[in-house]
């Protein structure tokens, strides 16, 4: 059995098979940079996991699962920009180490290269898998507009941000999985529950990824509290102003508008943030989500033993405490 560690190894060794080089220089080593950032390769490996659900000759799924990665880091560069984020693993944002108009290029490319990962599929089904590939794309993009409208709009709903981060993110895992599942061949009903499956735990993990904004530590990769100074409206935040009243409401409109005294910003929310019990509530929500996407995959057939490989790196995942 293949552990997370050794599909990393793969997925790291078919990136480096791959010549990301040319003149201008500039235009490449952002690219070069962001693939070689420390990452956990979630996307791929799901993809190589769900392929071997139901077939063992891995190398077919190789450059497909690195379309997916190298997909996934052009939006991580282009939502940087969008974001005016500083860290992005632990490190430089490429628009802080470059600039943004070569982020912006930089991401261009990366989603170019995602394409030509996908040029040399020989299944016969390449024409449903581009056109599969394309729908996902364009609802990353749709969610990362509703993210950016967010930053403007007042009253934003529980069911409107669980519709945003299912587009700005969970979509993409849930099409990694079945990518998996289109690359061996698999009928319809298997692909679309593997879509299901990955969809519902990209909502979970996304909850938890904002959880762990607030209450992680810095080795999560971002500055604790980022989501709190920049205003964002998870869904943390979107709860407490719906539970939160008198005087409580009163200092978390006063301390929305504030732009400086960051940490006694970060205190004083987060403090609220327990009081009202929206901690819990996160996680109970991102556990009901986490079992709705485990109860689809326990009603597909496959091997049985791959199946609870990707059962346990999924569990992995959301226990996840840094």
Known sequence: MIDSKE????????????KISGEPDELYK???YILNLKSKRVRPILSMMGYRLFDNKIEKIYKPSVAIEFFHNFTLIHDDIMDNASLRRGNETVHNKWNKNTGVLSGDLLMIFAFKMLEDIDNGNLKEILKRF????IKV????QYDMNFESEKDIS???YLNMIKLKTAVLIGFSLELGGLIANQ??????KLYRAGELMGIA????????????NEKFGKKIG???ISNKKTYMMIKLLEEASGDDLHHIKKWVKTNDKEEEKIKIITGLLKKYNIDLKSEKLTNKYFSEGMNILNDIRSDKNQMNHLKSYFENLLVRNN
């Open 187 to 192: 009928k319809k009903e298997i692909t679309n």
């Open 205 to 216: 993990f996304q909850l938890m990824d904002d959880h762990l904004d607030v209450f992680g």
């Open 141 to 144: 993009c749709e969610g990362q």
């Open 226 to 228: 980022g989501d709190i």
């Open 7 to 18: 599909y990393i190894k793969k997925i790291n060794s078919e990136i480096e098979k791959i």
């Open 134 to 137: 394309n729908d996902i794309a």
């Open 30 to 32: 952002p690219i070069q």
């Open 158 to 160: 529980e069911s409107d």
